[in-house]
């Protein structure tokens, strides 16, 4: 079972791992723009080490990644008592259906698709930060 955030509003640290940059820029620009503190890793490795070490509020995972994907990821991640609260949200491709049901057996709290949509974004984001949608989603 994973918490969501308390208290959407405030500034949030948030951890992304991303290993494409042009999504990863424009997740920064829109996070930054409402004050968040984002922070990347490109792989599974550098993800699991940074989120122990900087205990983000938020993380946000792409799926396909060099040598361990997303769903390993998130397992793994989970494994940590520090993280085991963090919300998870997976990324993941519009085209690729199954990506969603198998982000959240690998615990993940919710995704988004891609492409990411500035529109939007942020509203997906907080959809997973109020407290309302607790135990909707895992
Ligand atoms: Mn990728």
Known sequence: MIAMVEGAGKSLRILY???NDQNYYLVHFILGAK???VRRARDGMEGISLATAVKPDLILLDIQL???DGYAIARELQKKPELAKTPIIALTSYAM?????KALAAGCTGYIEKPINPKTFMLQIEQYLQPSTQGENK
């Open 17 to 19: 791992i991303e290993d």
């Open 66 to 68: 060099p040598v361990m």
């Open 35 to 37: 004050g968040h503190e």
């Open 97 to 101: 259906a199954g990506d969603r049901e």
